[in-house]
């Protein structure tokens, strides 16, 4: 996909789950609101190589729309000592469609609709101290969809000095990524 940009609103709610009296359950519901725009294709060297001649033009791909969705999941961290958490999502269920979006000018048609998805992870904090803490983590995201497993994995580490200053480092579809927040 050479470019895409989704909007998306989410309204909804995160609460400590009312089921189970016990800490570390943390369950959501996600209503959102997505707005959705731009290329929304694959393209072989080929193709690239035909937009690039004039052959094709991209804006023959411009795809937009805007629709509603809904996620839930649950976060489970059954002991404080390195605070291990486990959570669980599915994310579009019953999927995700599109209606086209008429204030867009140039699009092709709507956006095409995004599959339910199953999503796993794992955090672990080897290190916290009350100043500084260090959080590991690992995830697969959409484990029920038929693409590559170095699309799905992903590891990653934060670094915090309490709420002033983080430092994340991982690896996400592949690459190397980083980041920093004040």
Known sequence: I???VRFCFNIGAFWKSIISSSEGHAWYIVLKTMF????????SIDA?????DGV???ENYIKSGY?????AGILFTPVKFMEPTLGVSITDIGGTSFQELDAVADTTGKASPILPSVNIGLSLKPVKTSG???MTTMDMHSINQPYSFSQKFNLGAEAGVGQIFKAQIG??????TAGMQF
């Open 67 to 71: 629709g509603f969705g809904v996620d």
């Open 2 to 4: 050479l470019a895409f």
């Open 56 to 58: 094709d033009a991209l």
């Open 132 to 134: 500084l803490y260090l």
């Open 171 to 176: 690896l996400h579809d592949g690459y190397f």
């Open 36 to 43: 959705i725009g731009g290329v929304d294709r694959e393209f």
């Open 48 to 52: 690239i190589a035909d937009i690039d």
